[in-house]
Structures are given as C-alpha cells and as structure tokens.
C-alpha cells in the first residue's frame, strides 16, 4: 500500500495523530505528503530518536518495502550495534510517527510495512541528512566505450506503444482460458526488449503465468494497471480515454513514472534487492559511473546487517538496460559502468500526481515526422506519442532506432480504410503529421494503393452476394455455409476503430497470477490501527525491583544473574562498572561453567563491537538495567 493508500484507510482523527507528530512540525508539508518529498524527510530524519533513526536504517537496508515481522527485524541487526528492546522500541516510534506500518494478512502474525513510494525517499534523505557524497565519482565520458550488444533499445513507454498496436491488429480476443491468442502473444513479444533470463533474478515468474512470455506479462500487467485494457466479454478491448490522455503526457513524465512504479513495485516483492535498485537510483541521470564504485556504496549502507544482502545490482543494470532506461558501458580499464537515460525516480521537494505537468511547447525546428518523395516517413526522437500512435495505424513501421521508419504501402491503407479513411482523409492526416504539403508522387501513391482498396471491397462483397444466394438455396440441405468455407466470416476479435479499440466500462484485465504489480486491492493486509505503549513492551515491568531500573548498585552474584536474565527477556542492554569505567553490554546468553556461570554478549563501544565478549560476574561492580524513560535512566 502507498502512502495515500494508507491514508485514505485511516479514520480523521487517526491520520490527524500522525499529522501532529513532532518530527512534522513546521515542515513544507504534512502528514501523509511530506513521506514523498525528500527535503521534509530529511529534517525528519534529523528529528527522529536515535533507536529509530537505527530500526529506519535497518528496515531501508534489509527489508526495504516489502513486509517483514518484529524478530526478523532483530534477527537482521548487527551483533554489538543494539539491543533488540533498542530496536522494537525504534519500531514502535516509526509506527507512531507514520513512518512504518503494522498490518496483518487474514489471521497471520503481525508484520510491518514501508510504503513502497516512500522507500527511495528515505534513502535519499538519509545520506543527504548525513552529508555522504549523494553518489560515487564519476567517469569523464571519453573515456568509456558503451557495449551495444543489443543494439538500439526504445524505451519501455515506447515498446508499450509498438506492443499494443500489434495487439490491436493481431486481435484482443481471449481463449476458452482466458488468455490472448498465441499469435496475438507473439506479435506483442516482437515488440518488447524484456526477457524472462533479465526478470527471473529478480522476480521469479509465478505458478500460472505460463500463457505469455515475460516480456508480454509485465507489458499486459503495466496496461491493466494504468487502466488501459479492460475486458469486454470475451475480448479485450482498449479505454481510449485513458490512453489517449497517457500519449499526451509529458514525455519526461512519463517515462519517470513509469520507471519508479516498476522498480517500487519489484522492490516490495524482493526487499533484498531493493538496497541495489537504491544505489542504482542515487546516480545522476546522463552520467557515467563505474559499477564496482555504486556496489562499493551499496555495501556501506549494508554495514548495519548482521548478514549483509547481495547487491542484485548486475541483474537491476541487465533488466533495465533491456526497459531501454540504462546504458552500459566499460572504461579504459574494460571495468563496466552504467549511465541513466533518464530520472529514474523523478524525486523533487514537491512532487506533483502523475500527469499534472502539461507536455512541453515544441520547439522551433522541423517537424517530428519528415516524409521523403517515395513515402518513407521518419520520426525523431522527440516525435510526440499522439503522432507515433497514428503512424502506427496509418503505415508499416520498417525499423525502430533513434530515428524510426514507416513506409507508406499495403497494410497500412488497409488499416486506415478499416478506420474509416478515405485517401483525401488520410493525404490529410499525413500532411499534418509532416507540416508540409504533400508530393505529387506521395498523394498518388495514397490515392492509388486506397483505390486498390475500395476495389477490392467491392469485389469481395460482390463474391459474397453470391455466396451468399447459393446459401440460402443450399441451406435446407444443411450445407456449410459458403462463406465460413472460403473463411471470409467476420472476424470475432477484431475491433473497431482505428487500433482495436471498444471504449466503454470494463473488468480489470486479469493476469491470472500477479508478476510485477499486486492487483489492486489484492495482498489481504489489513491496517492495524492499535499502537502498544512503551511499558507494554516490558512484559513484567511492574514486579521488577525499581532499583535495578534507576540505581546503578553492587548486588550479589545471585542477583546479578536474574538482573541479566531479565535483561535477556526483554532483550535489553545493562550498563555495567568494569574496573572503574562505565559501559554498556548487551548479554546474548548466560554460559553455565562447571566453577559457576558467565554473560556473554555485546560491547556497543568496544573498537570492534561485533565481537563476542564473555564476562564472569567478578569481573564488574555496579550494575543496572538500560530502559527508556521514564521506565529506567539511560
């Protein structure tokens, strides 16, 4: 769930709680917005307690977005860097600050939650809040050589728009099992770069995504999700008001969204991966950068894990560069490096909704579209998607690059007459498409190959009045109609207009299992709006000696065994007077030996914290147990 998803679950008076936390205070926004803009989330980040500025870092390291439970938390924390009453108490100020989530699914274990959207925001926060270099150093770009071993990818947007207008043509109908057309699969993977060696790393394929290619699955989950492809009856149909306003966003725009809607949404299904898509998404957009330095900044953010997580950043850079969002490249050394084709996240102090920023003026210069004397037409690179959508149905797309180009011929008039054009029609669209009177040569050559066309029609209904005639003779004999015979009977999945569309209210597209995007409502969490106090999470609190709490004393080697077991029931650190000096421990077990016992645990300040220290009970004086106030005295 985003955050605004969230919100929108809370009643007024819960989310007004959350509004009038402290660490919201005076920000440029509140409550649930300052969550997505990473200026309000790196004051807050300076404003939080120091066990849950912590529990926030382990959560981003270990888990990101995706759900996790209360002692897998304090399974993943570092040996030595707190305890575990340290941590499930920084989880309860991020739950009671709106930062992290309690939610359950169905009757399970309680688990918690980072809303997805505000995942790459606290990162970004964090390391700006600490004044870390925001990315590692960059490669002077003469000194790389890009690998171009696939060739010219288009981005995904792009591949999206080519996709579906070869679905369109090939037929939306779906199966007796209610999937598209093999032939309709297949034309849509010819348009897309994603293969399922590239997703599999990162998100194992699920049990009954059989029917489509990887590639075809997520291009169909991105459709059913922007609310693109609805179903009608047994067929597919596409919402033209909601394409058609997606083709007229600004380019920038949507491209960054779609880019952080996918990452997110694979990154809360693999948390482990989500720290390398982090790392990924710190770099500069149009810069070059060695791989070996980002893996070398995923693996200082890792430092807080007691098992720190592979980077998963090679599989991210394989994926992405096939989405068309990444350039690889090796410098001189032959080292690889990566560069961003675009703001992969689209972060900024005020982030807007998807679409709000209306598309650019187009600047002076020539058309998008130019058209050559022999009807080969070009689109650059900044050609709009309104303009490539009808390209796509008024000629053949005959090579996808920088520059890519259509050809005026036979199945393109075809479409256009199936959508109703007319040659003076579509000698208009195409001269507005191009800004320039059309050539002689090129006005023929549409009047000429839709003349063909209307020819042919009116051949083809001619041969089907006679059939038609000799059916209704034949019929009560029962024969098979002439007609379905010769195989000329409408067609049942085609659709009307111009790209297959049949606009009207629909079912969501169903995928059958998820891959990349949960449907919506999908997942079962339910929110829990219960938040325990302080003193619940010291079960027992109330019949332990005050003095243990808030005096730091000499007891008696019996006594200083139960002041420790408690502490490992409540998983808490003790402050113990080794030879004078003052120092915090956190026990991990107590080790019975045959001439007594001993603690074995955790020295916080030690020069190497992470190693095992074992004390016998002689070995300090004073002692007592390290609670929050005003439970205990820190």
């Not at 050394?333 to 996240?345: C, F, S, T």
């Not at 001269?431 to 050559?445: K, N």
């Not at 079912?507 to 079962?524: D, H, M, R, S």
């Amino acid at each position: 769930m985003k955050a605004r998803d969230i919100a929108a679950k809370l009643t007024e008076e819960q989310a007004g709680r959350l509004r009038e936390q402290a660490i919201w205070a005076g920000l440029t926004a509140s409550w649930p917005e300052a969550l997505l803009n990473p200026e309000c989330a790196r004051t807050a980040w300076t404003r939080l307690p120091e066990e849950a500025a912590l529990t926030l870092e382990l959560i981003l390291a270990g888990f990101g977005p995706a759900p996790f439970k209360e002692e897998q938390l304090l399974q993943a924390a570092r040996p030595g860097i707190a305890a575990g009453a340290d941590l499930r108490l920084g989880l309860l100020r991020l739950a009671e600050a709106g930062i992290v989530f309690p939610v359950r699914r169905g009757w399970g274990e309680k688990l918690f939650v980072l809303p997805p959207d505000s995942f790459f925001v606290w990162h970004r926060a964090i390391r700006s809040a600490r004044s870390e270099r925001s990315q590692p150093p960059e490669i002077e770009p003469l000194s790389v050589r890009p690998i171009d071993d696939e060739g010219y990818v288009p981005p995904f947007s792009l591949q999206l728009l080519h996709a579906m207008a070869a679905m369109g043509e090939a037929g939306l109908k779906l199966t007796a099992k209610g999937v598209l057309a093999k032939r309709t699969a297949a034309k849509a993977a010819e348009q897309l770069h994603v293969r399922g060696e590239a997703l599999a790393p990162l998100l194992p394929p699920p049990a009954g995504a059989e029917a489509y290619p990887a590639g075809v699955l997520l291009a169909l989950e991105t459709m059913a999700r922007q609310g693109w492809l609805v179903r009608s009856g047994q067929s597919l149909a596409r919402d033209d008001a909601a394409w058609e306003a997606w083709l007229r966003l600004d380019a920038a725009d949507r491209e960054t969204a779609l880019c952080r809607s996918l990452v997110e949404a694979i990154a809360a299904q693999n948390g482990p991966a989500a720290a390398g898509a982090a790392a990924l998404a710190a770099l500069e957009a149009g810069k070059w950068f060695r791989l070996r330095d980002v893996d070398a900044s995923h693996a200082a953010g890792q430092a807080v894990l007691a098992k720190p997580q592979p980077s998963a950043i090679e599989p991210w850079c394989r994926l992405l560069r096939q989405l068309g969002w990444l350039e690889l490249a090796a410098d001189e050394a032959g080292e690889p490096a990566v560069r961003w084709r675009l703001d992969p996240l689209g972060l900024t102090d005020a982030p807007r909704e998807e679409g709000e920023r209306e598309p650019a003026e187009p600047a002076f210069g020539p058309p998008p579209v130019q058209l050559t004397p022999d009807g080969e037409m070009f689109a650059y690179e900044d050609c709009p998607y309104s303009v490539r959508w009808q390209l796509e149905w008024l000629a053949e797309r005959r090579r996808t690059d920088h520059m890519t180009a259509y050809k005026l011929e036979t199945r393109g008039y075809a479409r256009a007459a199936g959508a109703g054009h007319t040659a003076d029609s579509l000698a208009a669209a195409v001269e507005a498409m191009t800004g320039e009177p059309l050539p002689d040569t090129v006005r023929a050559m549409i009047r000429m190959g839709m003349d063909t066309l209307t020819a042919a029609a009116g051949t083809a209904r001619d041969e089907a009045a006679g059939t038609a005639r000799a059916d209704a003779a034949g019929a009560a004999r029962g024969d098979t109609p002439g007609a379905a015979r010769a195989g000329l009977a409408p067609r049942g999945d085609t659709v009307p207009e111009a790209g297959g569309s049949a606009s009207g209210p629909g079912e969501p597209l169903p995928i059958g299992a998820a891959f990349v995007y949960p449907p919506p409502g999908a997942g079962g969490y339910e929110l829990l709006n219960e938040r325990p106090s302080v003193k619940q999470l010291f079960a027992g609190i109330d019949e332990v000696p005050s003095m243990w709490l808030k005096q730091f004393r000499t007891y008696h080697h019996s006594t200083r065994r139960e002041l420790l077991e408690q502490a490992l029931s409540w998983r808490a650190t003790v402050r113990l007077n080794c030879e004078g000096v003052a120092t915090a421990f956190i026990p991990e077990r107590i080790v019975d030996e045959a001439d007594g016992w001993a603690v074995a645990g955790y020295r916080p300040d030690a020069e190497e914290p992470q190693t095992v220290t074992k004390l016998h009970p002689g070995m300090w004086d004073e002692m007592m147990l390290v609670l929050p106030p005003p439970l205990g005295v820190r």
